[in-house]
């Protein structure tokens, strides 16, 4: 089992950056896919942004393309998230999570981190 823990959220005024990091232990030779989600109140939870973990493959939402960036630094089973530019639609809860599995399809992610907060100000 893998199990990932995200730090780095906190409070961040409007334009400026945050860097969130995701570090996994456990079984990480299992791992296929690490990416990023988050949550807001009332609303459903959004896919911002994801790396093939051998492949270095990045891909994005929409909603954060040109503005955030996701790197892995391979030996140390880290995740991170550069978030630039950010504005009061980025304030949620994000979450790491990996897909350790290749039973389910490319997106379907089985292991997920606890989260941690990022709040925007203005």
């Known amino acids: 089992q893998v199990q990932l823990v995200e730090s780095g959220g906190g409070s961040v005024q409007a334009g400026e950056s945050l860097r969130l990091s995701c570090v996994a232990s456990?079984?990480?030779?299992?791992?296929?896919?690490m990416g990023w989600f988050r949550q807001a109140p009332g609303k459903e939870r959004e896919f911002v942004a994801g790396?093939?973990?051998?492949?270095?493959?990045?891909y994005y939402g929409d909603s954060v393309k040109g503005r955030f960036t996701i790197s892995r630094e391979y030996a140390k089973n880290t995740v991170y998230l550069e978030m630039n530019s950010v504005n009061p639609e980025d304030m949620a809860v994000y979450y790491c999570?990996?897909?350790?599995?290749?039973?389910?399809?490319?997106?379907?992610?089985?292991?997920w981190g606890q989260g941690t907060q990022v709040a925007v100000s203005s």
């Open positions: 999570a990996a897909k350790t599995s290749e039973v389910g399809g490319p997106w379907e992610y089985d292991v």
């Open positions: 790396v093939g973990w051998k492949t270095d493959t990045k």
């Open positions: 456990g079984r990480t030779v299992s791992m296929l896919t």
